[in-house]
Antibody, heavy 128, light 108 residues
Framework: QVQLQQWGAGLLKPSETLSLTCAVYGGSFNGYYWSWIRQSPGKGLEWIGEIDHSGSTNYNPSLKSRVTISIDTSKKQFSLKLTSVTAADTAVYYCARGGRGFYGSGSSSIYYYYMDVWGKGTTVTVSS | SSELTQDPAVSVALGQTVRITCQGD??????GSWYQQKPGQAPKLLIYGKNDRPSGIPDRFSGSLSGNTASLTITGTQAEDEADYYCNSRDSSGYHLIFGGGTALTVL
């Protein structure tokens, strides 16, 4: 059974860099998207970005200028860096495994995406 | 489009059927997925694709898609189903994931 274990600093000052790492246990690294998602207090889920096993990334346009997601396939780990944090970045940060499938074939294919394995979350507080 | 719209709150009587909806233009191109989140816990995948459930998810949870609206239906709602529910899909570009704002389900 695949498990994700995440860790990183939980208290930051404004302007510092948030750094979190997620390790994958019990499953393959290939063929999946490895995502970071956050949830501000009392708010909904916000996708931060993703990386695949080849290192190809996609980022939330609203965070793209401050986000870097990297991968270390030898350690089966992926990491998040978010620069210049402010109080608005205070949130629970989750790592997750994402997959993709499709129905149909060729140009008529319809894709679906999902995140089926989640880390427990890391609470990050930004405060001076 | 980069938005998925959900009703903020829905209530249902114990044992009854409830439908939670998620509306967005990107659902015309991609199937969505549904997640359940209870307080203090990570989200849990409930439904993905046309109507697939991960192992261990009860069959009282089902999904459907019509036009630009995805629906999560809970048949015979149990007290433990009280939670927040989120839909999720790719946006129309296909490069970004988006979440609905979430629906808080109250079981009466």
């Amino acid at each position: 059974q695949v498990q994700l274990q995440q860790w990183g600093a939980g208290l930051l000052k404004p302007s510092e860099t948030l750094s979190l790492t997620c390790a994958v246990y019990g499953g393959s690294f290939n063929g999946y998207y490895w995502s970071w998602i956050r949830q501000s207090p009392g708010k909904g889920l916000e996708w931060i970005g993703e990386i695949d096993h080849s290192g190809s990334t996609n980022y939330n346009p609203s965070l793209k200028s401050r986000v870097t997601i990297s991968i270390d396939t030898s350690k089966k780990q992926f990491s998040l860096k978010l620069t210049s944090v402010t109080a608005a970045d205070t949130a629970v940060y989750y790592c997750a495994r994402g997959g993709r499938g499709f129905y149909g074939s060729g140009s008529s294919s319809i894709y679906y995406y999902y995140m089926d394995v989640w880390g427990k979350g890391t609470t990050v507080t930004v405060s001076s | 489009s980069s938005e998925l719209t959900q009703d903020p709150a829905v209530s249902v009587a114990l044992g009854q059927t409830v439908r939670i909806t998620c509306q967005g233009d990107s659902l015309r191109s991609y199937y969505g997925s549904w997640y359940q989140q209870k307080p203090g816990q990570a989200p849990k995948l409930l439904i993905y694709g046309k109507n697939d459930r991960p192992s261990g998810i009860p069959d009282r949870f089902s999904g459907s898609l019509s036009g630009n609206t995805a629906s999560l239906t809970i048949t015979g709602t149990q007290a433990e189903d009280e939670a927040d529910y989120y839909c999720n899909s790719r946006d129309s570009s296909g490069y970004h994931l988006i979440f609905g704002g979430g629906t808080a389900l109250t079981v009466l």
